[in-house]
């Protein structure tokens, strides 16, 4: 059992150190954003002998922006769906508008730190312009 690694992140790192101490596990694979980050930051933690084959925590910090990884996919040539970057509101909506809508907007972010908590921020399909500017308001 470890707790919501949204509502509770450093209970979920010492439940899952103390998950892993108790059996010989070889590997842990992180799965979603938010237990990647923690993973990662806390992974000093870990029993020795637990391998998590991540790269340096600023890689890894660095991974978890969505621009970013639009960006190194060019460099190596794959494919990523079409995106725009937006800072705001009105450019979120133009961007949708451009698109068509139906349209995912994204954060460049899934999850952000608010206090000592993590919260969570997912993709959301929008299929009109009103629903564009209410998805995008709470995008920051």
């Known amino acids: 059992f470890v707790r919501d690694p949204h509502a509770l992140p450093l209970a979920y790192v010492d439940d899952l150190v103390d998950a892993l101490a108790r059996r010989a596990f070889a590997a842990l694979v992180p799965t979603t954003d938010i237990a990647l980050q923690l993973v990662s930051h806390h992974r000093h933690r870990l029993p020795a002998g637990v391998a998590t084959g991540l790269p340096d925590h600023d890689v890894v910090e660095r991974c978890l922006e969505k621009p970013n990884l639009v960006d190194v996919a060019d460099a190596f040539e794959l494919s990523a769906p079409a995106s725009i970057s937006c800072t ?8 949708a508008k451009d698109f068509g809508f139906p349209v995912v907007l994204k954060p460049t972010r899934s999850v952000v730190a608010h206090g000592a908590r993590f919260v969570r921020r997912p993709a959301t399909l929008v299929r009109d312009e009103h629903a564009a500017r209410r998805v995008a308001r709470t995008l920051g």
């Open 88 to 95: 705001g509101e009105a450019q979120a909506v133009a961007a």
